[in-house]
């Protein structure tokens, strides 16, 4: 019954497409003339237009250095949710019983469906001078004063693994639970140890997923505000906390938007690489 | 979070066959008995395999445990071993006017977006999958788009917009923006229910002589169901849990839990911050407890 030619229902798209044309792509745009603009055109007379925002941003060593921090917060968050995210993906794929499987996906849901700032602040619990760490590393009689677990990029890390991991887990086991099985066992039979056909087969078959994966980490973690600023302890300075200062303290609206727009372009080009590798998996799955 | 990138498709984890695992059983014990040093170096890479996978299960749900320790647990501070139970953090936490007020606020908030995205995102799913709209990849990719641009850049978005339009930070500006980040869960939830939709159904309704609309009523929408409830759920939860967008769009003495949540975290580490957290911990469980009880988990958390 199906006709090749758009159909009253078609019209159902237009509340949404308004919704998103006013409140997000007429808010981007705008972002994106302020950011070129040297005041708020509201307000100010003789606004002009400018590349001084952006200036600012490249000239100053400040900045590129708060770019970079972000950066390599977002790569060692992503090494390690790859790393301690492999291993579970993997259980999570090849396990056989049915309740094993849907505990194992209760216990990375569980994490996802708590809050952001609850999740931070049990990290707080857990890591401060008088956290739960310390307190037991204490008593074990191990330390006499405690080690700063906290306000340091570690802890942001640590923090951002956990929030971050359960998106690589249920990225990677999608595509893990798609490699054939039986790839695996002929390889044994023929001789493979376990291991061997593991690194010979099932990971360069899985790598797709590893990308897809980290590609979603990064992203993520790269635009995190909460575990940054609340486990660095308004230490450490990354884009996001930037963004919100310019934001809250100096009112500088110009420059905030034209960091937004920075974080804009990264988080762009992350998403047409993670599309394109899970596009690449999926085609690959339809061929076969 | 769960139901994002679309283009993985639908499989069976749990499906594996019994005769292949027969098989690779028989194969690993010949393995074994052949050569008993592999079998005790296969066991030995089993036994690790094992603990670095609970080592991560504990890694993920230990703070969630320690939370509810914190929250139960009488004294002012961080204490371990904890020295007790009792529960008046909790009082604390329902007597205290600005957490009430926050989170009754965060309810009406979750409530309003969740209404919208449901009607919006539902629509929008059943005008790409049955529109036969030209173009229809790209429409569904700018309307998961929310999920994966930083929800920090559609807070700053809008704040700009709200301010150069001079309109302040009004209900309807922060419903509008958790809506726009609710949308995808909604969207993607009720397009996979209606990939998987069996279309002879409604052709026998209409060669049965029911009418497009009562078609559209007594077999389409029944049939969707459990995907726009699903995705009404993702919803609430993500909205009720939502950071980045209301911590530009709150006005002061309006504020969404995790925004006040945020706020107390700065200064104060007490059993009260436990108490709430609990509190929202529990919410959300229930409403994912309903999910799995209505339309059940596995099929929206495919990534």
């Known amino acids: 019954m199906a006709v090749a030619r758009t159909n009253g229902l078609a019209l159902l798209l237009l509340p949404s497409a308004l919704l998103f044309a006013l409140f997000f792509f007429v808010p981007i745009g705008l972002m994106a003339v302020m950011s070129l603009l040297t005041g708020n055109p509201v307000v100010a007379a003789n606004v002009a237009f400018t590349a001084r925002h952006y200036l600012r941003i490249v000239n100053d060593p400040y900045y590129l250095e708060v770019i970079w921090t972000t950066i390599r917060i977002g790569l060692w968050t992503t090494l390690i949710s790859l790393l301690i995210g492999y291993p579970l993906a993997h259980w999570m794929a090849r396990i056989r019983s049915r309740a094993g499987h849907a505990a194992l996906l209760m216990a990375v849901l569980a994490p996802m469906l708590t809050g952001v700032v609850v999740r931070t602040f049990a990290w707080m619990a857990l890591l401060s001078d008088k956290g739960v760490i310390n307190q037991i590393l204490a008593s074990l009689g191990l330390t006499t004063k405690p ?7 570690t802890g942001i890390v640590v923090g951002l693994v956990h929030i971050y991991v359960p998106f690589m887990v249920l990225t990677l086991t999608g595509v893990i639970g798609r490699i054939d099985e039986r790839l695996e066992q002929a390889a044994e039979s023929l001789g493979a140890s376990p ?5 010979e087969v099932t990971l360069p078959l899985s790598l797709p997923g590893i990308l897809a994966g980290s590609l979603l980490v990064f992203a993520l973690s790269i635009s995190a505000y909460v575990t940054p600023i609340l486990l660095g302890g308004f230490q450490i300075m990354t884009l996001p906390i930037l963004i919100y200062q310019q934001i809250s303290a100096n009112f500088n609206i110009g420059f905030a938007a034209a960091l937004g727009m920075v974080l804009l372009l990264v988080s762009l080009l992350l998403i047409v690489a993670y599309n394109r590798v899970l596009g690449l998996v999926s085609g690959q799955h339809e061929l076969q | 979070m769960p139901p994002f990138a679309p283009q993985t498709p639908s499989q069976e984890f749990s499906g594996a066959l019994p005769a292949a695992t027969s098989l690779r059983d028989r194969q690993r014990a010949s393995a074994q008995s052949r050569r008993p040093a592999a079998g005790k170096r296969i066991r030995a890479g089993r036994a690790l395999y094992l603990t670095v996978n609970i080592a991560v299960l504990i890694f993920l749900l230990a703070p969630i445990a320690i939370v509810v ?15 007790g139970v009792s529960l008046r953090w909790f009082q604390k936490f329902f007597a205290a006017r600005d957490f009430m007020h926050a989170l009754v606020f965060s309810l009406e908030v979750a409530m309003l ?24 990849r790209i429409v569904l990719a700018v309307m998961l788009s929310p ?15 709200y301010v150069l339009l001079d309109v302040g930070r009004p209900l309807w500006g922060l419903v509008a ?24 159904l409604e052709e026998a309704a209409r060669n049965l002589g029911a009418s497009p609309g009562r078609t559209f009523f007594e077999v389409t929408l029944p049939l969707v169901k459990p995907g726009v409830l699903a995705g009404a759920i993702f919803a609430f939860i993500v909205s009720f849990d939502q950071f980045p967008v209301s911590l530009f769009l709150v006005s002061p003495g309006n504020e969404t839990l995790p925004i006040t949540l945020f706020n107390y975290l700065k200064f104060d580490l007490d059993g009260t911050i436990g108490a709430a957290s609990v509190v929202s911990i529990l919410l959300a469980f229930l409403v994912v407890l309903a999910l799995d009880r209505t339309v059940g988990l596995r099929a929206y958390v495919k990534l």
């Open chain 1, 147 to 153: 080690v700063q677990l906290m306000y340091n990029e």
């Open chain 1, 195 to 199: 291991l061997r056909s593991f690194l």
């Open chain 2, 69 to 83: 320790v914190f929250a139960l647990n009488p004294t002012p501070f961080i204490q371990f071993p904890p020295v």
């Open chain 2, 113 to 136: 977006t969740t209404a919208c995205a449901t009607l919006l995102g539902g629509c929008a799913a059943l005008a790409i999958a049955r529109g036969n709209l030209p173009g229809a």
């Open chain 2, 147 to 161: 999920l994966m641009l930083p929800a920090i850049l559609t807070g700053l978005a809008l704040f700009q917009a």
């Open chain 2, 177 to 200: 923006g958790h809506t726009l980040v609710t949308i995808p869960y909604v969207v993607r939830t009720t397009l996979a229910v209606l990939h998987n939709f069996d279309l002879r």
